[in-house]
């Protein structure tokens, strides 16, 4: 079945404890990205990556680091959680990164508490 | 500047209604793509619709409808005959030359039976 999947679904965390949130999909897809869903401010984009080795910047990088070592996964680092970090976490991913725009496919989602 | 403004916060309505989620989106791009998302409330987010900006033909899906007016630069989403199963949060996003999605903030329905 083709899908994206996130590892852990719900994580509960202190203040400064590093965690990584892993985002694996099995549809060779190039494109990947992480969003995070806030109340009242819908998904914003934090990091996304075109292929294996290039990643950059969405909207709300701070506090975040990624990597992109192979083609299926692509976890999401948070180095020193803050409780500004608290959120719902989405990964997704899509066919090609060729600025014609493919539908991308979510993950079921990872809630985030940070303490 | 690329925006989506979805101004419907929630909606609620009783069974076999038809209702109606507006979005409205602002792009200086020729060339750019909409899509709706459903978001149920067991929290994934499900693909509905992309729709890039060249094709203005409306499209029906069972009973699932959006119009798309570049005019009023709109993309409605309308679903006919709702159903409780319909109640969810409804995302409009936007996406110009690259793949990143601009999302609006949401439309929460609610189908009372």
């Known amino acids: 079945e083709a899908q994206v999947t996130q590892n852990p679904r719900y994580l509960i965390t202190v203040t400064g404890k590093k965690l990584t949130v892993t985002c694996s999909q099995n549809?060779?897809?190039?494109?990947m990205s992480w969003y995070r869903q806030d109340p009242g401010l819908g998904l914003r984009q934090i990091y996304y990556?075109?292929?294996?080795?290039?990643?950059d910047k969405g909207d709300v990088p701070e506090g975040y680091k990624v990597s992109r070592k192979e083609k299926r996964n692509f976890p999401l680092i948070l180095e020193s959680p803050s409780p500004n970090q608290t959120s719902l976490y989405f990964c997704?991913?899509?066919?090609?990164?060729?600025?014609?725009?493919?539908?991308?496919?979510f993950g079921p989602g990872t809630r985030l508490l940070v303490l | 500047a690329q925006k989506v403004t979805q101004a419907q916060t929630e909606i609620s309505v009783v069974e076999k209604e038809d209702v109606t989620l507006d979005c409205v989106y602002e792009?200086?791009?020729?060339?750019?793509?909409l899509f709706w998302y459903k978001q149920p409330p067991s929290g994934e987010l499900v693909f509905l619709i992309r729709?890039?900006?060249?094709?203005?033909q409306n499209e029906i899906s069972g009973r699932y409808s959006w119009n798309f007016q570049k005019s009023t630069s709109s993309f409605n989403f309308t679903i006919t005959a709702s159903q409780v199963v319909d109640s969810a949060v409804y995302f409009c996003?936007?996406?110009?030359?690259?793949?990143?999605?601009?999302f609006g903030t949401g439309t929460r329905l609610q189908v009372f039976p």
């Open positions: 996003a936007l996406s110009e030359d690259t793949d990143k999605l601009i």
């Open positions: 997704a991913s899509s066919l090609k990164a060729t600025g014609v725009s493919e539908t991308q496919y």
């Open positions: 990556s075109m292929n294996v080795e290039v990643t």
């Open positions: 792009t200086r791009d020729t060339t750019y793509y």
């Open positions: 549809m060779n897809h190039e494109y």
């Open positions: 729709r890039n900006s060249f094709d203005e």
